[in-house]
């Protein structure tokens, strides 16, 4: 996969103007890497794609994915809000998880209202746990009686655990419940899918509650596991 890769950009090199070669470069990068593989290449031919084909809403898409891969949730959030008018619905996902992950929940809860989403999205599973993520933390009577799922009962098992465990990460956060986030932390150390910015919202609520020892052992715990 590495060796493709390579040889993609080579001849992105030798024709930067081939959109095919690009999109497929992309294409490969969305489907067979692990962040932050390839990280830089990914970002710059993203960048490009969207100033060869601007008005391309499947491109567009492409590189919207590209960016979330990456975690540039700011960014996405700054491309896509002029364009929530027309949206497709794999555009819509994108801009509501990147407003969520960006910390920003009420205006996730705005546009779950206002965006018109499309049937597929709001049945999406991956939105439905964002949504319910929402629901435990910031929601309110109304959302918390929506049929979503229990992010607790994706904690451990099912096809979107990973992505259950970091929005549950958030919901602890928010409620200041300490111990519940770090054992959630602790799973994704155990499947090697924990991320440096899970460990400093863990860093951050240790400080708030006043275990700053406990939070400097992390922080050493993290550094010896190459974190």
């Not at 593989?37 to 960048?47: E, K, V, Y």
């Not at 009420?106 to 746990?129: Q, T």
């Not at 054992?183 to 460990?199: I, N, Y």
Request: charge should be neutral; charged fraction near 25%; hydrophobic fraction near 45%.
């Amino acid at each position: 996969i590495n060796e493709g890769l390579i040889a993609y950009n080579m001849a992105f090199a030798n024709n930067p103007g081939n959109v095919r070669v690009v999109r497929a470069f992309l294409r490969q990068v969305h489907e067979k890497v692990e962040a932050p593989a390839f990280q830089m290449p990914a970002l710059q031919r993203a960048f490009w794609l969207l100033r060869l084909t601007s008005t391309n809403l499947a491109d567009l898409e492409l590189a919207a994915a590209t960016f979330e891969k990456y975690g540039l949730d700011q960014y996405l959030i700054q491309l896509l809000e002029p364009l929530h008018g027309r949206l497709t619905p794999g555009l819509q996902k994108t801009f509501l998880v990147a407003l969520f992950n960006d910390g920003r929940t009420a205006e996730f809860d705005h546009y779950w209202h206002e965006l018109k989403l499309s049937p597929g999205v709001l049945k999406d599973p991956e939105v439905r746990l964002y949504r319910a993520a929402f629901a435990a933390g910031w929601g309110t009577s109304e959302t918390i009686n929506e049929q979503n799922p229990r992010l607790e009962d994706q904690l451990t098992e099912g096809l979107w655990h990973v992505v259950a465990n970091r929005l549950y990460l958030r919901v602890c956060e928010q409620r200041n419940e300490v111990e519940a986030f770090l054992a959630t932390l602790h799973r994704l150390q155990d499947w090697h899918k924990d991320r440096l910015l899970d460990h400093g919202r863990g860093w951050r609520l240790l400080v708030a509650n006043r275990r700053s020892d406990q939070a400097a052992n992390a922080v050493m715990d993290a550094a010896g596991h190459g974190q």
